[in-house]
C-alpha cells in the first residue's frame, strides 16, 4: 500500500521568511509522480508543484521549490519569501495509479 | 477555461436518506475522481471514472457508488446515509494521462447528515 505522511500538523512563518514542510511516502512503485497541493479557506485544492519520480531535477515554481530525495522516499516544499496569501492547508500527494494524500500540513504566515 | 463544478455547495440530509452530487470537470478533461475530506480522515480517494467506465476505486462500501455521463459530467451516490458521511466530497479531473496528469478540484460540496 502506498501512504504518505505528513509529520507537521502544524507550521508557522514569518512573512517573508522560508519554511520547509515536510513529506515522506512508501511505496514498492518506481514510477509515480508527487504532487504539494494547497487548500486555502475557500476549499478549493490548487497544484502548487508536481515532481516526476523519474527526473532528478528537483522542480521549482517561483517561490516554491522541492527537495526530492527518491532513496529516501522524502519530497519536501521549501516556500520562499512567504507571503500572507501562502497560508493555508498544504497537502502532500503521490499518483501512481491512483491518488494518495497526506494529512496536511495547516501552515501559518505571521505579519 | 471554465474550472471544475460542483454542485450543490452545502447539502443537509438525515439518515437513511440516500444523496446525489454532481460534477461538472473541465472542458476536454476526460477522468472525474472523487475524494472524502474530513477531519479524522483527511483526503481519501473513493473512485475516478475515465471515459464513462470506473477505472479506480478506494476502500469504501458499496453504499457510495458514482457514475459518469458521456460528456464527462459525473455523480457520486451515497445510499442509506450515516452520520460519519458528513464531509466534504471534492471533486477532480484530469485529462486522465498516466503522464504526469495533475488533478484540478472543485469547490467541493460539503455534506451534513443529522
Known amino acids: 500500500a502506498q501512504t504518505v505522511t505528513q509529520s507537521q500538523p502544524e507550521m508557522s512563518v514569518q512573512e517573508a521568511e522560508t519554511v520547509t514542510l515536510s513529506c515522506t511516502y512508501d511505496?514498492?512503485?518506481?514510477?509515480?509522480?508527487l504532487f504539494w497541493y494547497k487548500q486555502p479557506p475557500s476549499r478549493q485544492m490548487i497544484l502548487v508543484i508536481r515532481?516526476?519520480?523519474?527526473?532528478?531535477q528537483n522542480a521549482t515554481e517561483n517561490r516554491f521549490s522541492v527537495n526530492f530525495q527518491k532513496a529516501a522516499k522524502s519530497f519536501s516544499l521549501k516556500i520562499s519569501d512567504s507571503q500572507l496569501g501562502d497560508a493555508a492547508m498544504y497537502f502532500c500527494?503521490?499518483?501512481?495509479?491512483?491518488?494518495?494524500f497526506g494529512a496536511g500540513t495547516r501552515l501559518t504566515v505571521k505579519p | 477555461k471554465a474550472g471544475v463544478t460542483q454542485t450543490p455547495r452545502y447539502l443537509i440530509k438525515t439518515r437513511g436518506q440516500q444523496v446525489t452530487l454532481s460534477c461538472s470537470p473541465i472542458?476536454?478533461?476526460?477522468?472525474v475522481s472523487w475524494y472524502q475530506q474530513t477531519p479524522g480522515q483527511g483526503l481519501q480517494f473513493l473512485f475516478e471514472?475515465?471515459?464513462?467506465?470506473?477505472?479506480n476505486k478506494g476502500n469504501f462500501p458499496g453504499r457510495f457508488s458514482g457514475r459518469q455521463f458521456s460528456n464527462s459530467r459525473s455523480e457520486m451516490n451515497v445510499s442509506t446515509l450515516e452520520l460519519g458521511d458528513s464531509a466534504l466530497y471534492l471533486c477532480?479531473?484530469?485529462?486522465?494521462?498516466?503522464?504526469?496528469?495533475?488533478?484540478?478540484f472543485g469547490n467541493g460540496t460539503r455534506l451534513t447528515v443529522t
Open positions: 477532480a479531473s484530469s485529462d486522465g494521462g498516466r503522464d504526469n496528469s495533475p488533478l484540478h
Open positions: 511505496t514498492s512503485e518506481s514510477d509515480y509522480y
Open positions: 515532481q516526476e519520480a523519474y527526473k532528478q
Open positions: 500527494a503521490y499518483m501512481a495509479w491512483d491518488m494518495r
Open positions: 472542458s476536454g478533461h476526460r477522468s
Open positions: 471514472y475515465f471515459s464513462e467506465t470506473q477505472r
